[in-house]
Structures are given as C-alpha cells and as structure tokens.
C-alpha cells in the first residue's frame, strides 16, 4: 500500500529553487565551517562525526529537534506534527534521551481520533522545513533515538513503522525502520530489501535506543544505505547493514523532493491478529546532518 503524505507542503520547491535554495545553504555552511575552524585553530575536523556529548550546534545541521522547547514543534517553525484528533497522540513528555524532553506519539488500534490522513498514526515531519528536505545528489545522515514505550511484543506479521525517509507526492517510502515481532528492521518496500538491525529489542523496552542512517540520494543504481545502532550501554555505533549501489530515490508518481517522519505508523496492525490495541513510542534528538 502507498501510505498518503501528511499534507503537502503549501510551497513545494521547483528542483531549480531546491538547488538553488541547497547551493546557498551549501555556500553559507562552508563560510560558517571554515569560520569555526579558524576559530578554533584546528583544520582536520570540520567533518568529525558527531557524537552524543556534542550538543552544540554541528555546522553541518540541517535539522536539530530536541524537544526541549517543551512544544511539539521543538521551536521550529515549520515543523509538522500529527493531525490524529486525540490530545495524547502526540505530546512532549518529561524526560528524553540524557536531556529533559522528548515526544510521544500513541495510536490505538479502531479509534478514530487515532487516525491521521486516514490511517492510524501519529506522526511529526520535516516536509515544510526546506532546508533538511530532500534532493536528489544529497548525502544525508539521519540520527535519532527511540523509545519503545511499555511495548507489549506481538506475534502478528505486522510491523509498525517508527521512522521513515519518503519521497512526497503519495510515493512509496524509500526506507522505513519498523518493530516487527521482537526485531527492529530497516526495509526499503520499492527495492524489497530488508534486515533486521536490532535482533532483539525486548532487553531494551523503555530504554534509549539511538539510530544513523546515512543515505546517498541517487535516482540510479549510485546510492546507499548505511544503517548503524547503539543500544543501550553501548559507547560507539555499530554498523548493521549496508545496501550500495541501490537507486533510492525512486518515486513511482513525479515529485522533486523528499523528507523525514518519525512516530508511530501502524499500517498492518489489527486486534484480530494479535496486535496490542495501543502502543506508544518516543523519540528525541532527531538530526539531519548534511554529509555533502
Ligand atoms: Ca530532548
């Protein structure tokens, strides 16, 4: 099935504004990186991959939500949150991974006010915030961390998405992350590639699990996909799987662009199988970091 979009952003770019809009952000991050260089005094490490304790601002940012404004946009104009009708399916809770907040997004199963653009969900997007969309020749970074909330495991086939990287227009996902019986798994649906990258999440239920994905954006057999975890405990991510020379951008109906979700997404989900009626997830520090 096509998951719907949340909402069309009310001024899409042309692919010449996007490119044009990236180009001079590109310039711009290229003065800014070479001032924090020379301000510093070091010169090797303008690309040092970020880490945890790194909570300044990277040059290199794209999208920086942290939750820690206590609202659901994180501050950000532009950031798109939930349509779902209920007051919990989505709100900013105390606590967040090693800072004071993070968000949470609920769906119960046959409940209306749980359905978002006409399905059960409950997601947030960066789908008006141009600057971290995405454009084909990009290499982005996508880092995030999740919480499983009280997660009952079920033994259904079903898999609820908890992140997603898409193309608008009503297009496919390029890839999507997914707890699937006691496994999270990134498959890409249009290319049928899938492996599971936590084995076993249930040690870690309400605890932070952090994940990067790094993608090169191409719209031939030029991309990847690198996906890496840290679990809880650990110091440094561990790469669990990598797809090279895969076409991810790959839009079944025209679109110029494409963005992130994250939240709860539950497409094949029923009662009937064995689904628990309600789950709930967290995530916080959701970045985009622009490795171009
Ligand atoms: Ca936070």
């Excluded at 899409?12 to 991050?29: D, E, F, L, V």
């Excluded at 968000?103 to 141009?130: F, Q």
């Excluded at 997660?151 to 009503?170: L, N, R, V, Y």
Aim: charged share 25%; aromatic share 8%; glycine share 8%.
């Amino acid at each position: 099935m096509s998951p719907p979009t949340p909402g069309t952003p009310r001024h899409p770019p042309t692919p010449s504004q996007g490119a044009s809009m990236k180009n001079a952000h590109k310039r711009i991050c290229i003065a800014v990186c070479l001032g924090a260089v020379a301000g510093a005094g070091y010169a090797t490490t303008a690309t040092a991959t970020p880490e945890k304790s790194a909570r300044p601002q990277q040059a290199s940012d794209l999208l920086d939500v942290d939750y820690e404004s206590g609202a659901l946009d994180s501050g950000i104009p532009g950031l798109t949150t939930t349509h779902a009708k209920a007051s919990d399916a989505s709100t900013v809770e105390s606590g967040g991974d090693g800072s004071a907040h993070s968000v949470s997004h609920k769906v119960t199963l046959n409940d209306p006010d749980y359905v978002s653009d006409g399905a059960p969900r409950s997601e947030s997007a960066n789908n008006e915030i141009e600057k971290s969309l995405i454009h084909v020749g990009d290499v982005h970074r996508y880092e995030f961390s999740v919480m499983l909330k009280d997660w009952e495991t079920s033994s259904s086939k079903a898999g609820d998405i908890i992140f997603q990287g898409k193309h608008a227009g009503g297009n496919k996902p390029s890839f999507y992350l997914m707890a699937q019986r006691n496994a999270i798994a990134f498959r890409s649906p249009l290319l049928d590639l899938q492996a599971p990258v936590v084995e076993d999440f249930r040690p870690y239920v309400d605890q932070w699990m952090r994940f990067r994905i790094d993608v090169r954006w191409a719209e031939s057999r030029t991309g990847y996909y690198k996906v890496s975890v840290r679990l809880p405990g650990e110091k440094d991510f561990t790469l669990k799987k990598t797809y090279t020379d895969v076409n991810t951008f790959h839009p079944e109906n025209p679109t110029a662009f494409g963005y992130i979700k994250w939240g709860l997404y539950r497409p094949a989900s029923s009662t009937e199988a064995g689904d628990p009626a309600t789950r709930v997830v967290r995530h916080d520090d959701i970045r985009v970091i622009d490795l171009g």
